[in-house]
């Protein structure tokens, strides 16, 4: 079964304008959320790094000393 047709026909379809700026919008927000974590989740590794921890234990919490 070839399902390119359908998902062109789909594609071709026209988009009011107003809908670029909204679906910009939410994709440069969930990019920003992505980053926003990833550099949080670093800092959290290199303080416990430098308290002279493992890092990972940052990420998994761990009850085990």
């Given amino acids: 079964m ?8 789909h594609l071709a379809t026209d ?3 107003e809908v670029y700026g909204k679906i910009f919008v939410v994709c440069f927000l969930a990019v920003a959320l992505v980053a926003a974590i990833a ?4 800092g959290l ?8 921890h493992q890092g990972w234990k940052a990420i998994i919490p ?3 000393t």
């Fill in 39 to 42: 550099f949080s989740l670093r």
């Fill in 2 to 9: 070839n399902l390119t047709p359908v998902f062109a026909s």
């Fill in 15 to 17: 988009v009011p304008p």
């Fill in 45 to 52: 590794w290199l303080i416990f790094e430098k308290a002279g």
């Fill in 62 to 64: 761990s009850t085990i």
